[in-house]
């Protein structure tokens, strides 16, 4: 495997991904092979849920409070310290993550870039 695909969603898991509406997007950015293991954290933590495996892709839901002030910084989250393993093609988009309720529920769908 040569990394992930991350993208939030400010919907609900069941609307992933036939009834995607096109604003729903949150933020977008690929990683190398560890760049999920902060999800895998948040899990074990019990702040975000599990709901798929597989890579095709792995599903989480997590809550806006957890997940927006992570995505606020300078670059989103990444257990990789290898420059080419990075994140990169980011998209944050930040005006729309300030609308996000505290209690909202966001989708995170991880695909498998192999």
Excluded: F, H
């Excluded at 560890?34 to 597989?54: H, I, P, Q, S, Y």
């Amino acid at each position: 495997m040569i990394g992930w695909g991350i993208t939030i969603y400010r919907q609900p898991p069941e609307d992933y991904p036939m009834n995607m509406a096109r604003d729903a997007l949150l933020a977008d950015w690929k990683v190398g092979s560890g760049g999920k293991n902060w999800l895998d954290e948040l899990v074990a933590r019990g702040e975000a849920k599990r709901l798929k495996t597989g890579g095709y892709p792995d599903l989480y839901t997590a809550l806006a409070e957890t997940i927006v002030p992570l995505l606020l910084g300078e670059v989103p989250p990444s257990e990789d310290d290898v420059p080419s393993r990075m994140p990169q093609e980011i998209t944050i988009k930040r005006a729309e993550l300030a609308l996000c309720q505290a209690n909202e529920v966001l989708t995170i769908a991880v695909w498998d870039q192999s």
